[in-house]
């Protein structure tokens, strides 16, 4: 599902960066007005922060890692077995599963 959502994000900004860099020849050229510099700035400061998207994903994955490696030394990921109490386990790999979620959606801000 996660991957489901990041595709998604992902195919937005690709939309966005293509009609971004469309659209930069007309936003740089207000550099050459005085009144249009402020403009032209927050175009070029959201085209950067547009090609920088991935890099949230990163370090979302990142920290994903650390804590799915975490709760496995802890032997907090659930083995499902005949009479084995599933609570603790599901707890966390539910607050993994919602990070995953939540860190696709909100890395790109």
Do not use: E, H
């Not at 804590?67 to 907090?76: E, H, Q, R, S």
């Not at 009479?83 to 603790?88: D, E, Q, S």
């Amino acid at each position: 599902m996660a991957w489901g959502i990041q595709y998604i994000v992902k195919l937005v900004g690709d939309v966005l960066l293509t009609s971004g860099w469309a659209l930069s020849p007309i936003f740089l050229s207000f550099f050459m007005l005085r009144p249009m510099a402020g403009v032209a700035q927050k175009y070029l400061l959201g085209l950067v922060a547009l090609v920088c998207w991935p890099f949230g994903w990163v370090i979302a994955a990142v920290v994903t890692n650390a804590m799915v490696d975490a709760a496995a030394a802890a032997n907090l990921v659930p083995v499902i077995s005949a009479g084995n109490p599933l609570g603790m386990p599901t707890l966390t790999m539910l607050l993994i599963g919602s990070w995953m979620l939540v860190s696709s959606v909100l890395a790109p801000w």
